[in-house]
């Protein structure tokens, strides 16, 4: 019997809703959350750690070029909404300064657009493994944030002592469709151990990308 590779879903919501993910600069989101508030559009928000194509902050010295800080400090921000364009809208607005590091905007729906949003939820202690993989295959821009979860044994017990949530690490990376197979097997290869607890990979179609910087539609 095969076991499938990851897990492939729509992201699929009632009544016409529509989920608008956007990751933005730390600094820009105080304004965010008071724009959203004025707009009476319910989110939520946490704090990520992000990078984009250019695989972090990097500074060109004199010999050599060299990554400065390899993620920066970032805010997530989750909306569902009818009117998901209202939306995008205000992140592109409001959480734009004009320079790389601005963010994106990602539309989680139905529609074909030959773009996915891959989300790997893995152990802690295999997530520098898993960057450094990306990283040889060309995935470099990724957002990263810490979890708790447990799979469907319900936690682990050690001793006496039974823990129903156990430390994980979530990676998303946004990707074209026809690269999706070989960033999963990445993925995998690098994050597996064997043992139970090892995670769970899951993919969802994008209907729309958005540069914050540029505020064009574009991966």
């Known amino acids: ?41 319910p989110y939520v928000s946490w704090t990520v750690k992000g990078r984009g194509k250019e695989g972090g902050l990097r500074y060109k010295g004199f010999f050599r070029e060299r990554v400065l800080m390899p993620f920066l400090p970032k805010t997530a921000f989750m909306v569902w909404s009818e009117d998901y364009r209202r939306v995008v809208d205000l992140f592109l607005e409001v959480a734009r300064t004009g320079s790389y590091g601005d963010g994106k905007v990602f539309v989680v729906g139905e529609e074909v657009s030959g773009m996915k949003m891959v989300k790997a939820v893995i152990r802690p202690d295999r997530a520098y493994e898993v960057i450094k993989a990306l990283e040889r295959e060309g995935f470099k821009a990724l957002t990263m944030w810490d979890v ?12 006496d002592t039974f823990y129903d949530e156990l430390a994980k690490t979530v990676i998303m990376v946004a990707v074209e469709e026809e690269r999706v197979e070989r960033l999963v097997r990445t993925i995998v290869g690098s994050a597996r151990t064997g043992a139970y607890g090892d995670g769970k990979v899951f993919v969802c179609n994008l209907s729309e990308v958005w540069t914050i910087r540029t505020g064009e539609r574009e991966l």
Do not use: D, F, T
């Not at 897990?7 to 105080?30: D, F, P, Q, T």
């Not at 708790?148 to 001793?159: A, K, L, P, Q, S």
């Open 148 to 159: 708790v979860g447990r799979g469907r044994e319900g936690g682990v017990r050690v001793g």
């Open 1 to 41: 019997m095969s076991v499938p590779l990851y897990w492939h879903g729509i992201c699929r919501l009632k009544n016409g809703m529509v989920e608008v993910l956007a990751v933005i600069r730390k600094e820009r989101s105080y304004l965010v959350r008071e724009r959203l508030a004025e707009e009476g559009v």
